[in-house]
């Protein structure tokens, strides 16, 4: 079936750097797009950026340009999220999300990879 | 891109029909068709429940529909049962290409 696994959890320190992969099974992957999604303890979702896998092409939330890079790797059908010089506001569930095909909404989640920030 | 706005919390009895409604701006959800709906148990990731505004995806019960004014978008959930208590959120495409999110909202069955 169509899935997403992310990778484990993660404690980092600040100023740190944290890469979440995220492997994707029963679909052509270079088909749809990946969204990285977060979602702070108790706060809602946040939308942190966007792979086409097909040509690279990314793009993320304004607030954290310059911080996060979004990569694929065709040949393991896997997705990464690189964040660099955490801080504690960094601390949260981070998503994979899949595109939905021709569509702009997530169709499916990964289970979710927990990344703690802190001294 | 600021957060689109959502009620902080909705409540109904079973069998009752309850609205959430997601308000942006011309530069996404008034727009755009592209507003799609979020169901979120806690612990769990969220499933979509509505997507382009109106459409649901297959599987999705068709107790759940969405609908879109101006800038304005709402989900409304029919026959309200208990296993709809959750979160819900709503989220849209934007001008600049990026996606935004509503703050969220949670749904009580009294």
């Known amino acids: 079936q169509v899935q997403l696994v992310q990778s484990g959890t993660e404690v980092k320190k600040p100023g740190a750097s944290v890469k979440v992969s995220c492997k994707a099974s029963?679909?052509?992957?270079?088909?749809?797009?990946i969204s990285w999604v977060r979602q702070a303890p108790g706060q809602g979702l946040e939308w942190v950026g966007w792979?086409?896998?097909?040509?690279?092409?990314?793009n993320s939330a304004q607030k954290l340009q310059g911080r996060v890079t979004m990569s694929t790797d065709t040949s393991t059908a896997t997705a990464y999220m690189e964040m660099r010089s955490l801080t504690p506001d960094d601390t949260a569930m981070y998503y994979c999300?899949?595109?939905?095909?021709?569509?702009?909404?997530?169709?499916?989640w990964g289970q979710g990879t927990m990344v703690t920030v802190s001294s | 891109q600021s957060a689109l706005t959502q009620p902080a919390s909705v409540s109904g009895s079973p069998g009752q029909s309850i609205t959430i409604s997601c308000t942006g701006t011309s530069s996404d959800v008034g727009g755009y068709k592209y507003v799609s709906w979020y169901q979120q148990h806690p612990g769990k990731a969220p499933k979509l429940m509505i997507y382009?505004?109106?459409s649901r995806p297959s599987g999705v019960s068709d107790r759940f529909s969405g609908s879109k004014s101006g800038s304005t978008a709402s989900l409304t959930i029919s026959g309200l049962q208990a296993e709809d208590e959750a979160d819900y959120y709503c989220s849209s495409y934007t001008s600049i290409n990026t996606r935004v999110f509503g703050g969220g909202t949670k749904v009580t069955v009294l």
């Open positions: 382009d505004v109106s």
């Open positions: 029963g679909y052509t992957f270079g088909t749809y797009g």
């Open positions: 999300a899949r595109d939905q095909a021709g569509g702009w909404a997530f169709d499916i």
């Open positions: 792979i086409n896998p097909y040509n690279g092409n990314t």
